[in-house]
Nanobody, 124 residues
Framework: QWQLVESGGGSVQAGGSLRLSCAAS????????MGWFRQAPGKEREGVAA????????YYADSVKGRFTVSRDNIKNTVYLQMNSLKPEDTAMYYC?????????????????WGRGTQVTVSS
């Protein structure tokens, strides 16, 4: 059974940086899609970034382009989300998700496997 474990969340001031990690285990496929999603209280879950581990193709929401970078380490089965120039509106619970071939890499309901999330809080 697939397991995804996020880490790296925390509290930072606006303009600061955080790096989230998502360690994946329990699968034997070399190429999958892994996505980062976030959900703030009272808001719908939204896609932030995604990566296809086979080719390292990446996808980003417009709201984070130029500030966030998604990357992977296939040896460690870990995906990272480097978040720079953080804004208060980035405050949310951040989730890692995985699937073989989501139709739309930034759409949360296209993914079947999820971690439990890590909280990111950005203060002004």
């Amino acid at each position: 059974q697939w397991q995804l474990v996020e880490s790296g969340g925390g509290s930072v001031q606006a303009g600061g940086s955080l790096r989230l990690s998502c360690a994946a285990s329990g699968y034997s496929y070399s190429s999958i899609y892994m996505g980062w999603f976030r959900q703030a209280p009272g808001k719908e879950r939204e896609g932030v970034a995604a990566i296809y581990t086979g080719t390292s193709s990446t996808y980003y929401a417009d709201s984070v382009k130029g500030r966030f970078t998604v990357s992977r380490d296939n040896i460690k089965n870990t995906v990272y989300l480097q978040m720079n120039s953080l804004k208060p509106e980035d405050t949310a619970m951040y989730y890692c998700a995985a699937d073989f071939r989501p139709g739309r890499p930034l759409v949360w309901y296209e993914y079947r496997y999820w971690g439990r999330g890590t909280q990111v809080t950005v203060s002004s």
